[in-house]
């Protein structure tokens, strides 16, 4: 079955197995967040477990993070709702330091496809490069993502730029990754916390009908 073919393609690291497999997926009637929360985030799960446990390592994590990303390029323009007026731009990107983006990507794919315009800064973002992002696309959300519980302090290092040049007041602040907590985007001074992409998109789809 698909789904079984798409987790073993991304942890062999097979890009052309999975992007057919979820192109099979489609074509048989599977719903895109069936086959990313069924069988492409769990891989990425079991690669991390194994590279905890001395079972891979960097090289196979790359070649997984590579077939994932193929697979999410299948799936997202099913993620997105046609024609709707984006309800919001949102700037978004991993912190400095940090080069984890699969996590970003997702959490971009769902804020459009509830209807957001976002404007995605890429990875190992400077506090001064989210700050004139402010300044040139004066969004209504900055999201930050970080995967490294080292590279997590430099969300407070961009809090604190953001307050240092007054853009502070002019964004929500919404903040995710594996090591951070609600507690931590509190203590950070963040305003929105999201687990996952989808509450992240649902958080921002709230904000649109407020
Ligand atoms: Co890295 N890595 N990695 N890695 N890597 C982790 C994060 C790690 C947990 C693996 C492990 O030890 N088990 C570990 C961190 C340990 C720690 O700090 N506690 C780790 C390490 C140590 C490293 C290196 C230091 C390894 C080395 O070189 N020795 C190095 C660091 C490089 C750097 O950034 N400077 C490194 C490198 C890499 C690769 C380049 C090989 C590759 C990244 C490729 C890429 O992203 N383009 C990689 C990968 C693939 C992983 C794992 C296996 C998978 C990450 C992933 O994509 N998950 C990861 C282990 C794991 O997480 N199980 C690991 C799937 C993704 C969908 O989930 O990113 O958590 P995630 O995103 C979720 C939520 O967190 C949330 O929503 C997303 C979707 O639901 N979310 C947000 C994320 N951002 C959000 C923002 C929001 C809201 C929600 O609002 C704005």
């Keep these: 079955m698909e789904l079984d073919e798409i987790y073993e393609g991304i ?10 497999e979820v192109k099979f ?8 967040s069936d086959i ?3 069988s492409m985030v769990p891989a990425m799960t079991a690669i991390g477990k194994q590279f905890e446990t001395g079972d891979c390592f960097v090289p196979e994590m ?12 299948v799936l997202r323009p ?7 007026k984006p ?5 978004i990107g991993t912190v400095q330091g940090d080069i984890h983006d699969i996590g970003k990507n997702l959490v971009s794919m769902m804020v459009e496809g509830v209807g957001w315009q976002v404007v995605d800064l890429g990875v190992n973002v400077t506090p001064q490069q989210f700050v004139a992002a402010v300044r040139e696309h004066k969004p209504r959300v900055l999201g930050m993502s970080a995967l490294l519980t080292t590279t997590q302090s430099n969300m407070r290092a961009i809090m604190q730029a953001l307050n240092e040049s ?5 964004v929500t602040v919404i903040v995710g990754g594996a090591p951070v907590t609600e507690r931590f985007a509190q203590d ?4 929105l916390y999201a687990l996952d992409a989808s509450s992240a998109a649902s958080q921002l789809l709230a904000l649109s009908n407020a």
């Design 78 to 84: 099913h993620l997105q709702a046609a024609d709707v």
């Design 166 to 170: 007054g853009v502070r007041d002019q």
């Design 36 to 38: 990313l929360n069924n």
């Design 11 to 20: 942890i062999a690291g097979d890009m052309n197995a999975v992007v057919e």
């Design 62 to 73: 790359l070649i997984a993070s590579r077939a994932m990303k193929a697979g999410l390029a």
């Design 87 to 91: 309800a919001g731009t949102m700037i």
């Design 25 to 32: 997926a489609l074509e048989d009637g599977r719903t895109a």
């Design 188 to 191: 950070i001074g963040a305003d």
